[in-house]
């Protein structure tokens, strides 16, 4: 099958992965390869794939910060502009297929306006313009929506629970491995935190329940919000509790297998837990909060508390031992592995092909978008 998969335009698709979205579409694409598909990405420059299609020339986080740009119409245009030449060239490619893994909502309505079988998998809680694209188009031929998980399904309207699809983000199992595999190594003291280092992520938290329960942690992930990390994690580093940077994933591998546990502190509707899933792989349990779809990801695998609770987080931390490591692999194995999600998107792709229906074309949409409309898109 030949597949276009449109990855979103903040981040370069490259190492050290920004975030789980990032390794997620880069695992995607291998993983499509492997079984055979004929994968084209579209994403931004400086991504690494060897069939890359430059949306634009540059991440719009490196020209036009989210933080400052997010809502106007100058961000709003420049991923409009993107995303309409991204789809005139996959128009003209015959694709198959295309994979919306950009949270970018208008590519809905133009694959469903041009007969395109489009599967949208969606990795945030949905937000207004998307869940409004989605809304209106997810009864239309050709038209699929998946999500990472069933809590994700819940914040969804009731009116379109029943179309989405839920299929798990998957992790390379063969790098995501236990110590049992690399039999020099043996497990540490110290816990592991990965992610974005930002409010909703819960590094502070993390910090602040690791010196609690007076336990190592090293914490790791690009420093997104660096005022909130000047004012509410570096205050608590110290001996024990050190921030070691953004490293690519085969050294973050390498932490995370030899870790006491991974630390997943999310403060929002987490859709999924990538990182979660990645230390379950590597036979490492999972010490966090219970927000979001962690705990469908986590099982029985490690110890979750309540939303917030420092103290409870630093008990956790204490009775982690308990847990079976080698019941964490499994769970991976049987749930999170790359073969399983690609094989949950065949079965979309296959559902969006053969009720696929008829053309059209996004540019008289952007010929006559309003500068409101253009606004409302950021």
Not at 117 to 137: E, K, L
Not at 344 to 367: D, H, K, L, V, W
Request: aromatic share 6%; charged share 20%; glycine share 8%.
């Amino acid at each position: 099958m030949k597949i276009a998969v449109l990855a979103h335009i903040r981040h370069a698709i490259a190492e050290p992965f920004k975030g789980g979205m990032e390794a997620h579409c880069h695992a995607l694409c291998r993983g499509l390869r492997a079984r055979g598909h004929e994968v084209t990405l579209f994403a931004a420059a400086g991504s690494d794939d060897p069939a890359l299609v430059p949306t634009v020339a540059q991440p719009y986080e490196s020209v036009l910060p989210f933080e400052l740009w997010h809502g106007t119409e100058r961000l709003a245009a420049y991923q409009f502009e993107g995303f309409a030449s991204a789809f005139d060239h996959l128009r003209a490619g015959s694709f198959d297929m295309v994979h919306n893994n950009s949270l970018f909502a208008p590519v809905i309505g133009w694959c469903a306006d041009a007969g395109i079988p489009c599967v949208t998998s969606q990795h945030v809680p949905p937000f207004g313009a998307m869940r409004n694209a989605v809304a209106a188009h997810i009864g239309r031929p050709g038209v699929a929506v998946t999500v990472t998980s069933h809590h994700q399904v819940s914040l969804w309207p009731e009116a379109c629970r029943d179309r989405l699809r839920v299929v798990p983000n998957g992790v390379d199992t063969d790098a995501w491995r236990p110590l049992a595999a690399n039999p020099e190594e043996t497990v540490g003291e110290h816990l592991t935190w990965v992610g974005r280092i930002a409010p909703n992520k819960g590094t502070a938290e993390a910090v602040r329940a690791a010196r609690l329960a007076k336990a190592a942690l090293r914490v790791f992930g690009p420093i997104e919000d660096a005022a909130y990390f000047a004012r509410e994690v570096a205050p608590h580093l110290c001996e024990q509790i050190v921030y070691q940077g953004h490293l690519d994933s085969a050294r973050l591998q390498q932490e995370i297998r030899t870790s006491r546990a991974a630390l997943v502190t999310p403060r929002w509707d987490e859709p999924f837990g990538l990182v979660a899933a990645e230390a379950l792989a590597s036979g490492t349990p999972v010490v966090g909060f219970a927000r979001g779809a962690i705990p469908e990801v986590v099982g029985d695998c490690g110890i979750l508390g309540p939303d917030g609770d420092v103290a409870a987080l630093a008990r956790a931390i204490q009775a982690v031992a308990k847990v079976d490591r080698s019941l964490c692999r499994e769970r991976a194995l049987a749930r999170f592995s790359i073969p399983r999600m690609i094989a949950g998107y065949e079965c979309c792709y296959a559902a969006a092909i053969s009720a696929c229906g008829t053309a059209g074309s996004p540019r008289a949409i952007r010929s006559s978008i309003s500068a409101k409309a253009l606004e409302a898109l950021a």
